[in-house]
């Protein structure tokens, strides 16, 4: 079974754009995750999709948002890019939100902020 | 606040010893919790599960030590190989609420 893809791998933009990310999970996995790893933190929840609906949302600003179709893929989207948005973007999958449900991480798309 | 804590950022183990990962958490609604291994520039591979009902799970050669009255956990890997060496985070969850990480012990395992 294919695991979870995003695309693209890396992506450099400069301050004022803005990006859009894919995530595509695994077959089967309803559920989507979204978090930012920058250099000495950990994870950082962005938010999280089960059925086309935002179930949760980090504490981020409204410049980030996010969407799921009806096929389980979403996209993230920051808009007006500034530098600190430089980070690793990770996406998740998982069949639903259940405590039990693990989640099986994508290769994450390095966004460079110039 | 940091509801997840991983209080040593590195760790190293020579090959073929035990390599002993720590994580304390804080919220008591959290009922799940996982194990990740990360490399440089790749995304976190699933390692180990458990949940709150357990004190103990063991795959191959990692096992997970839950003490719920400490709200501590613990990653056991033995014996330690230089394949390895990575960044371990451990995560938690209860209920529907996200995934909580914290923020990852480098393992050097020394050949």
């Known amino acids: 079974k294919a695991g979870v893809t995003q695309t693209p791998r890396y992506l450099i933009k400069t301050r004022g754009q803005q990006v859009t990310l894919s995530c595509s999970p695994i077959?089967?996995?309803?559920?989507v995750s979204w978090y930012q790893q920058t250099p000495g933190q950990g994870l950082q929840f962005l938010f999280e999709?089960?059925?086309?609906?935002?179930?949760n949302k980090g504490n981020f600003p409204g410049r980030f948002s996010g969407r799921q179709f009806s096929n389980s893929r979403s996209e993230m989207n920051v808009s007006t890019l500034e530098l600190g948005d430089s980070a690793l973007y990770l996406c998740?999958?998982?069949?639903?939100?259940?405590?039990?449900?693990?989640?099986?991480f994508g290769p994450g798309t390095r966004l460079t902020v110039l | 606040d940091q509801q997840v804590k991983q209080n040593s950022p590195s760790l190293s183990v020579q090959e073929g010893r035990i390599s002993i990962l720590n994580c304390d958490y804080t919220?008591?609604?959290?009922?799940?919790f996982l194990w990740y291994k990360k490399y440089p520039a790749e995304g976190p591979t699933f390692l180990i599960s458990?949940?709150?009902?357990?004190d103990k799970n063991e795959d191959g050669r990692f096992t997970v030590f839950l003490n719920k009255s400490a709200k501590h956990l613990s990653l056991h890997i033995v014996p330690s190989q230089p394949g390895d060496s990575a960044v371990y985070f451990c995560?938690?969850?209860?209920?529907?609420?996200?995934?909580?990480f914290g923020k990852g012990t480098r393992l050097s395992v020394i050949a």
């Open positions: 998740a999958s998982s069949l639903a939100l259940g405590a039990g449900d693990t989640q099986y």
């Open positions: 077959s089967g996995h309803r559920s």
């Open positions: 999709y089960f059925s086309e609906t935002q179930r």
């Open positions: 919220n008591s609604m959290f009922d799940y």
């Open positions: 458990i949940s709150s009902i357990k």
């Open positions: 995560a938690a969850k209860g209920g529907n609420t996200p995934l909580v």
